[in-house]
């Protein structure tokens, strides 16, 4: 079945860069996203890609897609306490629907 | 930001009481959707809209009914509240486009008693 899988919990140092990885089943999926959700309040969309791409790199964030395997990862290059977050993985799934994985909780630490 | 708002922002409610929380969109988006999050479960679909009175379950609908008379407006019903219902509602509208990408409310903290 559709199901979307990423590690629940990710700790790191301030400066350091974070890597969320997701693995997803449908290869016919067109869009993947990443979600970040501060404490409190709504998901906000952080990126997308489209299955065409390898990857793409908007300032501090890069999104890498490997096809073969399933697999998106979210690099997050010097990674500050306001980065702080659950980080959300989600393909787009059958009518208008996206399939969401449980979200990764990342800790940063001064 | 999309133009998504929500209301009540916070809810405590009786078990048995019907409740209603609304979404209110300004972007005239085509697609409405109610979740609700848990933790541990992540974001789980309740009901989603592709256009005025064009609604369809999602994957956790038991209890839950919606109703869409309106492209702006998408209502979620608890029709006797329970106390498994206790959650964060989040509405989120698409315009079907770049995928499906999706926008977010604020979100609705429901406190059943």
């Known amino acids: 079945g559709e199901d979307v899988e990423q590690s629940l919990f990710l700790s790191v140092r301030e400066g350091d860069s974070s890597v969320i990885n997701c693995t997803y089943t449908?290869?016919?999926?067109?869009?993947l996203y990443w979600y970040k959700q501060e404490p409190g309040a709504g998901l906000q969309l952080l990126t997308y890609?489209?299955?065409n791409m390898d990857m793409k790199q908007d300032q501090r964030l890069t999104v890498l897609l490997n096809k073969k395997d399933k697999h998106l990862s979210l690099r997050i290059a010097d990674t500050q306490t306001g980065d702080s977050a659950i980080y959300f993985c989600?393909?787009?799934?059958?009518?208008?629907?996206?399939?969401w994985g449980l979200g990764t909780s990342l800790a940063v630490n001064p | 930001d999309a133009g998504i708002t929500q209301s009540p922002r916070h809810k405590v409610t009786e078990t048995g009481t019907p409740v209603t929380l609304r979404c209110h969109q300004t972007?005239?988006?085509?697609?409405m959707y109610w979740y609700r999050q848990d933790p541990g479960h992540g974001l789980r679909l309740i009901h989603y809209?592709?256009?005025?009175?064009?609604?369809d379950k999602g994957e956790v609908s038991d209890g839950y009914s919606v109703s869409r008379s309106k492209t702006e407006d998408f209502l979620l019903t608890l029709e006797s509240a329970t106390s498994s219902q206790t959650s964060v509602y989040f509405c989120?509208?698409?315009?079907?486009?770049?995928?499906?990408?999706?926008?977010f409310g604020p979100g609705t903290r429901l406190t059943v008693l």
């Open positions: 989120a509208i698409s315009w079907g486009q770049r995928g499906d990408t999706q926008y």
């Open positions: 972007e005239n988006h085509r697609y």
């Open positions: 809209s592709y256009g005025v009175k064009d609604t």
């Open positions: 449908d290869s016919s999926s067109t869009y």
């Open positions: 890609i489209f299955s």
């Open positions: 989600a393909e787009a799934g059958n009518n208008r629907k996206l399939i």
